[in-house]
């Protein structure tokens, strides 16, 4: 069987030629959307306990109008991680603004500063190059830096201990060295100074919303009970300081539209499924995922189709091959075998062409989509089941159709010139071909829609 698979793809090369491309360009398009899509719903998951932390946010509705952001109150992480017992830890994060730090000669504008405390390492996963992690940033003036900032301003200096200058205001003494914040994280960082380098004074600090606030849980906590306890809290602390400012009761106020709590949300659901007001940059959104995960397997049955009309249009070249071995003893279970195992070859052939395709367009992918997408089938093990079903799923789907069709032939009448009666193929391939124009059409509008 496959030497007979290589007979006829050296004897039909433009046939071969047309199918094995066309295979091998859409399972090229369909594993650089894989990458992406694994990829968008990989964020923040290189946090270990990725599964348990939670972003409070405040929820309410003032004047009729909801207040849906993503910050919370200063003293909420502490309260929470003393008060409910599934708080494991909890991590305070705050921006002051974006300041122009200094070093000798280097002057730099920064964006991504932000203040906390050694808590913060206790929720997320920050590998330290140099510096010491216990009680990290829990002096006032401390700021710990990333690799690329480092190399930045010092150089093949050691950072550590040296003083960085901000707005020839504060001076900041390198504590640590981190690495950089992965690219697919929802809050990315250069420099983390100590939040107790600023005195916060607030009037009201149970309803001034100005910092971000993580938690993590006990594991097997509920996340709904937890919840429960969160709004307990806001009942003991936040509610009287509301009645306090508008000085009636919690009672008046909600009868007139007033609500006010926070809510958790899961650290993995940030990045696409949040909405929120003040995020850290834009985030991306779920249906992305499946539009593009429909644009896959529209591609794929494309292909398939393509397939599907090419084989059975060489209907009267195999007649005679398939009449020769009926009668020569193949039944058909036979041929079935026979024209699934070419169908497989060949998509075989065709992926190890797409895979090569995905090295050269990764560079371009990954200019027009941002990202910095890596195709290595040693490191990323999990893409070899993926592809390995690829080539038998295609190779099936594809094969099926022409395989029973070819197999259905009738030796005497194959033998005997008479073809006319399996002149119905044809039909069936003006389906397709209707079929393969309306999704192209579809795909190429809503391409143009989307680029529009």
């Known amino acids: 069987y496959f030497l007979i698979t290589l007979r006829n793809l050296q004897k039909f090369k433009g046939y071969s030629f047309i199918n094995i491309f066309g295979l091998a360009t859409a399972v090229a398009v369909c594993l650089l959307i894989l990458l992406y899509v ?38 909420l992480g502490k309260t929470l991680k003393d008060e409910i017992p599934d708080v494991t830890a909890y991590a305070t994060i705050r921006s002051f603004g974006f300041p122009v730090f200094r070093y000798k000669d280097k002057v730099f504008s920064e964006e991504k500063v932000f203040f906390t405390d050694s808590n913060f390492f206790e929720v997320f996963d920050v590998p330290i190059i140099k510096g010491n992690k216990l009680n990290l940033l829990n002096n006032p003036f401390e700021i710990a830096i990333t690799e690329s900032m480092a190399k930045k301003y010092f150089g093949n200096e ?14 900041y003494k390198v504590v640590a060295v981190i690495k950089d914040v992965p690219y697919n994280s929802h809050f990315k960082y250069d420099f983390l100074g100590s939040l107790s380098s600023y005195k916060i004074q607030e009037d009201y600090p149970w309803v001034n919303n100005n910092n971000f606030t993580y938690i993590v849980l006990k594991e097997n906590s509920d996340p709904k009970l937890v919840q429960k306890k969160i709004d ?68 794929l049955i494309i292909a398939c189709f393509n397939y599907m009309n090419l084989s059975t249009a060489r209907y009267s070249g195999r007649a005679k091959e398939v009449g020769i071995r009926k009668t020569i003893g193949a039944n ?45 089938i040693i490191t990323n093990i999990s893409i070899i089941p993926v592809i ?65």
């Open 232 to 299: 307990k809290v806001v009942s003991k602390y936040t509610i009287p300081t509301i009645e306090k400012i508008f000085q009636t009761t919690w009672s008046d106020l909600s009868k007139n539209g007033l609500k006010y709590g926070y809510t958790m949300q899961a650290l993995s659901d940030i990045h696409l499924k949040s909405n929120l007001e003040n995020e850290f940059e834009p985030n991306g959104q779920i249906i992305y995922i499946y539009i593009f995960s429909l644009i896959a397997i529209g591609i």
């Open 158 to 171: 050691d950072p550590i201990n040296k003083i960085i200058n901000s707005d020839k205001r504060i001076d």
């Open 332 to 376: 058909f279970k036979n041929l079935i075998i026979q024209f699934l195992s070419e169908s497989v070859i060949i998509t075989f052939i065709a992926v190890l062409f797409s895979i090569f395709i995905v090295y050269l367009l990764l560079p371009l992918f990954n200019d027009i989509s941002g990202k910095q997408l890596e195709f290595n």
């Open 388 to 452: 390995l079903l690829l080539i038998v799923f295609i190779g099936l789907v594809a094969g099926l159709y022409p395989a029973i069709f070819l197999s259905s032939f009738s030796p005497i009448k194959v033998l005997g010139g008479s073809l006319h009666e399996y002149i119905k193929g044809k039909r069936l391939r003006g389906i397709l071909v209707v079929l393969q124009f309306s999704i192209t059409t579809i795909l190429i509008i809503c391409t143009i829609f989307i680029y529009n």
């Open 38 to 75: 694994q990829d968008e719903l990989n964020y923040d998951k290189f946090n270990y306990k990725y599964d348990r932390i939670y972003r409070v946010h405040i929820d309410g509705v003032f004047n009729n109008k909801k207040i849906w952001a993503a910050q919370s109150c200063l003293p």
